[in-house]
């Protein structure tokens, strides 16, 4: 079955630097890789996905690319602000059969003021 | 606002009981999940359900049980039989009959032993 790897399990940064994580998986039918924010206390909540037909794709601050080849992709946040402070987690899926969304183990990123 | 309630935040549950945690969702979503989370851990599969009164065990279904009687409801039962229910519980739902649809989330139940 599929497995997602995630690195690094934790990240600090200084306010307004990038910070990049980055997740391979296993299965090369996946096609579907969501990544999502969860702050304490508070259930995950999706910020940015990608599509394998796509290679990279931005929403203000964040960005996601994907390497279907090397079967990884990235999330990269710039200009970073404390409250960008979370846990992020990336996921695969793949498009056939019952769409099991599997979870890499998830960073915890820091952004000191 | 259209969302995911997950109630209660907090459980206990003492030695020999069950616990139910209950989801509802106004979303109009056909699919339901539960999942668990343990610290350092990603998210990991319990049980699933893509429409009424039909589920399918997860990764970890043992020592749970779920029922879906009505669409907007998903309840998860933690039975006696679970022996480290100590953790927090995810609830999320996702539209289906489109490709590539987000699952989205409620904020969670944390069961401890008392």
């Known amino acids: 079955g599929e497995n997602v790897e995630q690195h690094p399990s934790t990240l600090s940064v200084q306010e307004g630097d990038s910070a990049v994580i980055k997740c391979t998986y296993s299965?090369?039918?996946?096609?579907?890789f969501p990544w999502y924010k969860q702050e304490l206390g508070k259930g995950p909540q999706l910020i940015i996905d990608?599509?394998?037909?796509?290679g990279e794709k931005k929403d203000q601050r964040i960005a996601v690319t994907l390497n279907k080849t090397a079967k990884h992709f990235s999330l990269h946040i710039t200009e970073t602000q404390p409250e960008d402070s979370a846990v992020y987690f990336c996921a695969a899926r793949r498009n056939t059969g019952f769409q099991k969304l599997v979870f890499g183990t998830g960073t915890r990123l820091l952004v000191s003021p | 606002d259209g969302g995911i309630t997950q109630s209660p935040k907090y459980l206990f549950r003492k030695e020999g009981q069950n616990v139910t945690l209950s989801c509802e969702q106004n979303?109009?979503?056909?699919?339901m999940y539960w999942y668990r989370q343990d610290p350092g851990q990603g998210l990991r599969l319990i049980y699933y359900?893509?429409?009424?009164?039909?589920?399918q065990k997860g990764d970890i279904a043992e020592g749970y049980s779920v029922s879906r009687e009505k669409k907007e409801s998903f309840p998860l039962t933690v039975t006696s039989a679970q022996k480290n229910p100590t953790a927090f519980y995810l609830c999320a739902s996702r539209v289906t009959g489109y490709s590539n649809q987000p699952q989205h989330f409620g904020d969670g139940t944390r069961l401890s032993i008392l």
């Open positions: 990608i599509r394998s037909n796509v």
């Open positions: 299965d090369s039918a996946s096609n579907y």
């Open positions: 359900s893509q429409i009424v009164n039909d589920f």
């Open positions: 979303l109009n979503h056909d699919a």
